[in-house]
């Protein structure tokens, strides 16, 4: 039971959707049946999965209710015109579940076509491989033919289902005028086979089908895993809510009320916005007034007061009290959509990476062509036989082909992508774990990425006791973030006979003859000439009097200060860059012993990256909001935490799931442990053809040793990246991050067990 | 040696029934949710493969 109590907290919920919206977003399977997807991130267990499913399939218009548990996922089949009441079902069941976009990820054609050409090139492989055994046990000539022409015949359609993937891939590079690991595989597999076939029609001694065809199996072995783990990265960044809404419900004129999809509501219309939303698009208030959390558009951590005529920006989130707001741009023209716009930018301004495997194909390539084509030449000089040149030439393109690159760089890049995913970490590819791995400065965002976005820690200033306890009674009737705080003290004991909220400007609460003001100090305290402290964001007072003032502090994430020791001790420089006040940030930095840039709107955090990289330094940028989504962009490497604005983290290229920052130096060094072990692979590979060339050269070349060879290489450099996990648990050890093995880090969402 | 060569047709045929019921369990979305599926079987019901209505 205790693995289905969900642990891990995503602090802005939407458990409060009406039915339109989740009508908004299925689809149409069939007459009158409409499919909805949604995310639960918190089943974890069998158990979760039969009460999700009974629960759903209860509900009288539901057909059929499956759940996933390795996506975290269901899917609902249902009939009729109104919406089941799907969330708020699993949220009486204690599961938080949000809507899924169907069609982000929903088919994925490669990765069944990759799946496909592997089981085809593993088929293929395990027979010739087979009838290659009799023959290397020396079958005599007429079975020899009869087995290679047999051969022949699995190996051909192989080559044209299976290899597709490379050729494809090949053609496309080599049309742009570039060459990739594809080139040489495609053309020594080419080549491969259409020599086998001379060889088999000529009744010759030796084919290399077998080669040809393990060949294509080894790569797409990588392959596959390397488009899995991005897959399951892509799966679980899409799987957590969407913090942006799919529409708004529209107030007409003649007063009926309809939900309408973001992208039709127009400039002029009036919204209605409960408390918890988010705000769709740019609008101003009309009428109502409420507390409005900023964070995660501007990074200013203090809750704004919202009365008539201020504007919001479309992302903000409306804390305390329903509003009715009229929109004053289209979606497409709101600060979401500028801020896609400088983040597209960004991104194209961005100097591609190379990675490291495409790196060492440009040399890799050239050197072996030419080593094939001088082999050609020198047995031609040698012997004037053009059968034996071509042999000896085609068998170096064979025990050259980059089998072991192949998988080199994938499957250390696939052990590391595990190892993240254990730690609550997703990677988007392994290009990011490579440029990880070369980072020398850390910037982060300070609010909802070192805070975590809620007002938590409450230093009282001259209060005792009673005064604490009176504000924690009052505090516990507001919703807003400093109450809340507040009212974690709260206290029985103390009875109030009338209690009453003043937007803006705090709570009164009348006690017999006493009458309590808790909120801004210059209403609380009539009498004018009491001291002032502009540190103290809530003060008590009692009939006009100053009780007791309250500073409210931001919360750190857990292990923050770890974190930030432990990338000093890699070695990198660290910094704050936050839109937020220069007070509130420099309270942080000093206490992490940083430096810090403060006030940064968008525009000024993006500069503020190009600089530090025009001064040749790999910067890595963490954060969440949207104003941080093209400073994401922009960044050489970028991280998220699962709270993040959704363009936020879609531009990120990892996302951390767990609370603690600790992720942050964790993926650092995994990523180097791994570029370490992809270093090493190719020095492996490098190694394996120092031995094998000069022997294939020299013409001692058989398809046997070619098939030794290939298979030898490939399992060294598997074994090796395998090495990875060791590595990284031993050195965890040393590291001795604190404070692991809670149970609720076990619980969390990132947690797999 | 030729009396045996009945075995290679046979060998070679195993594998394409291997191969293709390979290929019909993935069409079938059985390795869809392999983890479900491991969870599943210690619950009574209705438990077979989700056979396409989606």
New interface residues.
Partial sequence: MSCCAPGAEFPLTQADRSGEEILLASRTVRDGVRQTDLSVPEMHCGGCLRKVEAALGKLSNVRQARANLSSRRVTVLWSGDEAPPLLATLDALGYRAHLYDYDADSKDPTLSHLLRALAVAAFASSNIMLLSVSIWSGAESGTRDLFHWLSALIALPTLLYSGQVFFVSAWRSLRHGRTNMDVPISIGVALTFGLSLYETAQHGHYAYFDAAVSLLFFLLIGRTLDHMMRRRAQQAVHGLAKLSPHGALIERSDGTKTYLPLNEIEPGMTILLAARERVPVDARVASGSSTIDRSLVSGESAPEQAVEGTDLQAGTLNLTRPLRIVATAMAKDSFLAEMVRMMEAAENGRSSYRRIADRAARLYAPVVHATALLSFAGWMMATGDAHRAITVAIAVLIITCPCALGLAVPMVHVVAARRLFDKGIMIRDGSALERLAGVDTVIFDKTGTLTTGEAGLVTARDADDHARRVAGRIAVHSRHPYARALALAADSGVAFDSMSELAGLGLEARAGPVVYRLGRSDWAIADASSTRDETEAVVLSANGRRVAGFRIDERLRPGTHEAFSALSELGLRVAILSGDNATRVHDVAAGLGVTYVAGARPADKLRYIDEIKASGTCVLMVGDGLNDAPALAAADVSMAPATAADIGRNAADLVFLREGLDAVPRAIEISRRANALVRQNFGLAIAYNLVAIPVAVLGHVTPLVAAIAMSLSSVLVVANALRLDYAVQTGKQNAGFAGDRSPSRLLGTGSRQ | ?IDFFFL?PI??GL??V??AS??WT?KNGQY?????A???I??EGHDGP?CG??
Avoid: H, K, N, T
């Avoid at chain 2, 869809?32 to 479900?36: F, K, V």
């Fill in positions: 040696m290679v060998a070679i594998g394409l291997g191969l390979f290929m993935l869809d949710d392999l983890e479900g491991a969870q599943r210690l619950f989700d209505d989606s």
